[in-house]
């Protein structure tokens, strides 16, 4: 994986001052469920959330809402360079700031630290240009002013001159020449600033089957996709919010990740015939490790990598 850790710094000097918008740049969708804590709270969906004391029940939440195998320096060293970051405070935390990731089930790790691990890698790869989705913020309603304030202070303190503020067309040369290389897109409204990005846009296909995940992202790439923005075209596989979600949660010998797997490299397949007449931007994916996602995307702007 480690070949591909400075993948954008290799790029040839034609594609240093196109816009980040027009690159394709591999993502990770939830980016944070490789940590999910089995001994946390269900946080969703809502009608499981009275199963939290089931250990069965929560066992079955990480099987099923582990998206990710590998923690986010090595997603990082495989050259993800867009990260899915969904937010939420735990109800009875007795620190008031503290913050954590989920899905389905809170993580382990709290938000500040593995924001300084980021921040950490960033200063390595210098060259490396992240852009981090802030989102969701679960659980922030009765002191959402304290808690945004308190994480987005936290975010510009630590990246600092690192972070790159909104622009219109964004490069790989004016983030070199100006020492930032990191990109932070915070999803609230009420929170925005020169800082921070607004919302990137995530379009995805809500389903399990991959000829409706094609159908819907071929439709936005040929009808609706901005020119002039980051978007994401999810390849990630959704399962179904309703009973017929027991189709897949009671095959015990099987798991979320092993879905994937057999549905990606078709996937893939798809990106790379529908890029001859679509440009793709940020492309994330479940389980980023596997089936060559990363060195496909990368692969998208013209520079061949191992992998």
Known sequence: MMENSDWMSRLPPHLHTVPLFNLAIPGSHDSMSFDLDVNSSIVEPDQLRRFSRFCCVRKLMCRWGSTQ????????????????LRIARKPK??????????????????????????????????????????????GFDKRAASLHNHLIHFIKTLFGARLLPKTDKPTLKTCWDQGRNVIVSYDHPAYQQSALWNKIQYYYGDSMERAVIVSTLSQVLEKGKPSDCFFVCGLNTTLPSDRRILRYILR?????????RRSLPKLLQWVQQQARNTPFNIVASDVV??????????????????G
């Open 289 to 306: 490790t596997r089936c060559g996602f990363v060195p496909t995307v990368v692969q998208l702007n013209g520079k061949p990598l191992k």
């Open 93 to 138: 935390d007795p620190d008031p700031n503290r913050l954590y990731f989920y899905h389905g089930l809170y993580t382990r790790s709290d938000v500040e630290t593995v924001f300084r691990d980021i921040n950490e890698w960033a200063e390595l790869h210098r060259k490396e240009v992240l852009i981090l989705s802030v989102s969701h913020f679960k």
């Open 69 to 84: 195998e590998v923690n986010i320096k090595e997603q990082l060293d495989a050259g993800v360079r867009y990260l899915d």
């Open 252 to 260: 015990i010998w099987d798991s979320f990740p092993r879905v994937v």
